[in-house]
């Protein structure tokens, strides 16, 4: 088992649609949770960061973690086509100074106009 | 623009070849992590580097090795070259207890 699960789709809605995505973790040392958003052939870009389970919105973007459930989400609302992208939930057990991100797979986003 | 830059961008070469990629992290941030990218394996962590010394290591083959100079940047050594090491490869870096931020990343082909 992975120690970071994704669906990694591909997912296609219309513009203007609320957007889910998820991953679920199987590490409970898991302590920080971040999203990337990684457009073709570019670096990841971070997009959410968050420690603590519940909610954290940044404009059209919510983060959600759920510790009990091990389960992250990613919320986009009024999605955009410049919101087409893949998108990847990292986590981060901090140890000692030693900060290894786990990927998961990535799902493939498009915002069809 | 992350702060982060990757030379080269593009590499190719052949199996059996030996070939360096090099990070510079963002103006501050004293780690540097390698990151390798491929269909099959999604973006996999290899090794991190703080201050010069080797923090955390992943699967990193035996036959790569990196290293962090006193000006903090850092180089990534691959040998002996396969056709399965084509992938991109990421630097990120961050400060101590700090995000992550990624760099454009080296797409190496090897033929």
């Known amino acids: 088992q992975k120690e970071v699960e994704q669906d990694p789709g591909p997912l296609s809605v219309p513009e203007g649609a609320i957007v889910s995505l998820n991953c679920t973790y199987s590490?409970?040392?898991?302590?920080?949770f971040m999203w990337y958003r990684q457009y073709s052939r570019k670096g990841p870009e971070l997009l959410m960061y968050?420690?603590?389970?519940g909610n954290k919105e940044d404009g059209r973007f919510t983060a959600q973690v759920d510790k009990s459930s091990k389960y992250i989400s990613l919320f986009i609302r009024d999605s955009q086509p410049s919101d087409s992208a893949t998108y990847l939930c990292?986590?981060?057990?901090?140890?000692?100074?030693?900060?290894?991100?786990?990927f998961g797979q990535g799902t493939r986003l498009t915002i069809n106009p | 623009d992350s702060g982060v830059t990757q030379t080269p961008k593009h590499l190719i070469t052949a199996t059996g070849q030996r070939v360096t990629l090099r990070c510079s992290p963002r103006?501050?941030?004293?780690?540097v992590y390698w990151y390798q990218q491929s269909l099959d394996q999604g973006l996999q962590f290899l090794i991190q580097?703080?201050?010069?010394?080797?923090?955390a290591k992943g699967n990193i083959l035996e036959r790569f090795s990196a290293q962090q100079f006193p000006d903090l940047h850092s180089e990534l050594n691959l040998s002996s070259l396969e056709l399965g090491d084509s992938a991109l490869y990421f630097c990120?870096?961050?400060?101590?207890?700090?995000?992550?931020?990624f760099g454009p990343g080296t797409r190496l082909t090897v033929l």
């Open positions: 968050t420690y603590s389970s």
């Open positions: 103006s501050g941030d004293l780690s």
């Open positions: 590490n409970s040392a898991f302590q920080y």
């Open positions: 580097y703080y201050n010069g010394e080797e923090r």
């Open positions: 990292a986590i981060q057990a901090a140890s000692q100074g030693a900060q290894k991100l786990v």
């Open positions: 990120a870096s961050s400060g101590i207890w700090d995000t992550q931020y």
